[in-house]
């Protein structure tokens, strides 16, 4: 049914709650799907540095999708693409389970996730606005990181028992996405009867991206939220190295336990920005920004589980606090100029670009034998720098203003 939700709507309303859950399973199905193909890998024998390669071939289809996947949002029913996406990931993970190639299957649920994550975060602003929209975010990502807690450490387990199990299930958690789409409100497509040539849609996405760029609140939300991903994705990998050396463990469990805390604190970080953060003070999450690199720097340096795990619940706090203020900006402004949907693809290309980026100078590192704490400790050092340049750069934006 076509109907469009009113302001006065609750904010867990039908289509709300239907929208998380479908994203809790999306999620946790990405994030099961991830350890229990990292310990087939293992299994098989593929070397270290081909580690950060499976999560590359999945962002690489953000970067080259990325034209095409805000017009496909905003052409059509956002429930109805997300429900299509979420198809496509079962496909990748079916790949997976029946043996083939998993860098190829797993690059096929990037190609889910790509066309996912434009609808799912652009229906937050036809089913909410104002005020509602940050609470709205901070429910989304709460449902997310709850997903990557629960489904890190399902996927870990589940491959220490039996890792075509593992898979199994991530395959099933898919298929009940599909399910739980169909309950979302069939809304109208916020922009049809755009043109569907290549050189049109490409042409299209740009100009959006030029738009974004040139408008200081959207600039600074498109880099801080890329940042924070790259820095996010790259820690998860960074994790996988560090718990033989730091700690002697050698298992599938461990990493996505010590990965559980950052979502834990993210739940926390996100729910405190929904209270205290609004669309006009969104500068308050900069110093929580900072605050990431130095924590990370100073967990690599950790031998003591109960240091890291304490560690790693601050670096989840900061970072909820710092990316949920931060999407919101972003696509309450979008959703004005080149439409939610365009918006948060540009959003992707960057995000991914920089996860792309880290993840390749990751690898490189490793394949040269850098020490896994010298890495950390250096990628902690340079985050926090790139928010502070950040965070300097807008206020000196505010004051020309």
């Known amino acids: 049914m076509n109907q469009p939700l009113t302001d006065n709507a609750p904010l867990l309303s039908r289509g709300m ?20 193909t990292l310990a087939l890998i293992k299994q098989q024998l593929y070397p270290d540095w081909s580690q950060p390669i499976l999560q590359m071939a999945f962002v690489a289809t953000y970067i080259i999708l990325a034209p095409f996947v805000g017009q496909i949002a905003d052409s059509f029913a956002k429930g109805r693409v997300m429900m299509f996406a979420n198809g496509l990931k079962l496909a990748g993970a079916l790949v997976i389970c029946f043996g083939l190639n998993p860098f190829l299957g797993y690059s096929l649920v990037g190609v889910g996730a790509a066309a996912y994550s434009p609808a799912k975060y652009g229906i937050l602003g036809e089913i909410t606005s104002g005020e509602k929209l940050v609470k709205a975010n901070g429910l989304m990502e709460a449902s997310t990181i709850a997903a990557i807690l629960i489904g890190s450490v399902a996927g870990g387990v589940l491959a220490d028992w039996h890792i ?23 809304l109208a497509a916020a922009r049809p009867g755009a043109s569907w040539r290549p050189r049109a849609m490409t042409r299209s996405f740009f100009a959006a991206s030029v738009m974004l760029w040139r408008d200081g609140q959207t600039r600074f939300s498109l880099i801080g939220t890329s940042l924070f991903w790259g820095a996010g994705v790259t820690l998860r990998f960074l994790l996988v190295l560090w718990v033989p050396v730091a700690l002697g463990i050698v298992d599938n469990a461990t990493p996505t336990l010590l ?6 604190g993210i739940v926390i970080g996100a729910g405190v920005a929904a209270r205290f953060v609004t669309l006009e003070t969104v500068r308050r999450c900069m110093p929580a920004g900072i605050l990431i690199g130095v924590v990370v720097a100073l967990f690599a340096l950790q031998t003591a589980m109960i240091n890291a795990y304490a560690l790693l619940m601050l670096i989840g706090v900061l970072g909820g606090f710092f990316v949920v203020p931060l999407n919101a900006l972003l696509q309450e402004r979008g959703k004005r100029s080149v439409g939610a949907g365009n918006a948060i693809a540009v959003q992707n290309l960057g995000e991914n670009t920089a996860m792309l980026l880290m993840l390749g100078l990751y690898s490189l590192v490793v394949k040269l034998g850098v020490p896994v704490v010298g890495v950390g400790v250096g990628f902690g050092v340079v985050f926090a720098l790139a928010i502070a340049a950040l965070w300097l750069s807008q206020r000196r934006d505010g004051r020309a203003g």
């Open 259 to 264: 990965n559980a805390m950052v979502a834990v």
């Open 164 to 186: 075509i199990a593992a898979l199994a299930v991530c395959a099933l958690v898919y298929a009940a996405a599909v399910v739980a789409n169909l309950y979302i409100p069939r």
């Open 17 to 36: 709650i239907a929208v998380i859950c479908a994203q809790f399973l999306s999620a946790f199905g990405d994030n099961a799907l991830l350890f229990a």
